[in-house]
């Protein structure tokens, strides 16, 4: 059983368009966070969600807008892609509690044409 | 800026070895300090954390030290084998911040 699972995993698009990641987890968690991870490897936090509610925005571009209909559940629609879009995203789950324990997916690799 | 550097950046370690990653952090409001393993095409997984009270913690061949006066800690991987190569972060979280700070990562290549 995935604890948290992504789709899709890979995502070729080109420049302009929209599209959407889509993330699950099963492990009863009440945080959920989205994170980009660039060519170099560096891993950088984007959005946190704590039951349903937005605690952390970093410094993202309002192109990305992140949804969570429920605890389980964290999706990203990205905007009027642009080339530097392009990267590995990353979506994770933890329990507020102990928020250094972060349970991640197996990524979404983006690719922008 | 970024508040949890580390270093190296990439790391060639026999089987067998030792490897060793420092990370250096700015902000004492930091109370816990994991370390996450990457493998390709994985997502990052947990490895190890220490709180800065302990000042060494050891988990099989994976062990953190921590130097709360230097603001460092380290992870040190003894008995290195090829199954360890792998992309190795440590982070640094604020309580009840529901933020990790990762550092840079580093690249491990065990050579068999």
């Known amino acids: 059983d995935t604890a948290v699972s992504q789709t899709p995993k890979y995502l070729v698009t080109q420049m302009g368009n929209d599209k959407s990641i889509k993330c699950e987890q099963n492990?009863?968690?009440?945080?959920m966070y989205w994170y980009k991870q660039d060519s170099k490897k560096f891993l950088k936090i984007m959005f946190s969600?704590?039951?349903?509610?937005?605690?952390i925005n970093e410094t993202v571009p309002n192109r990305f807008s992140p949804k969570s209909p429920d605890k389980a559940h964290l999706n990203l629609h990205i905007n009027s892609l642009e080339l530097g879009d392009s990267a590995v995203y990353f979506c994770?789950?933890?329990?507020?509690?102990?928020?250094?324990?972060?349970?991640f997916g197996p990524g979404t690799r983006l690719t922008v044409t | 800026q970024q508040q949890v550097k580390q270093s190296p950046q990439s790391l060639i370690v026999q089987k067998g070895g030792i490897s060793i990653i420092n990370c250096a952090y700015e902000n004492t409001a930091f109370d816990y300090f994991p370390w996450y393993q990457q493998f390709p095409g994985k997502g990052p997984a947990l490895l190890i954390a220490i709180r800065p009270d302990v000042s060494e913690k050891k988990e099989g061949r994976f062990t953190i030290s921590f130097n709360k006066s230097a603001k460092q800690f380290s992870l040190h991987i003894m008995d290195s084998q090829p199954g360890d190569s792998a992309t190795y972060f440590c982070a640094a979280d604020k309580a009840a911040g529901n933020k990790l700070t990762f550092g840079g990562g580093t690249r491990v290549l065990v050579k068999p």
């Open positions: 969600y704590n039951n349903k509610e937005l605690i």
């Open positions: 994770a789950s933890s329990q507020v509690s102990s928020s250094y324990e972060q349970y």
């Open positions: 492990l009863g968690h009440d945080t």
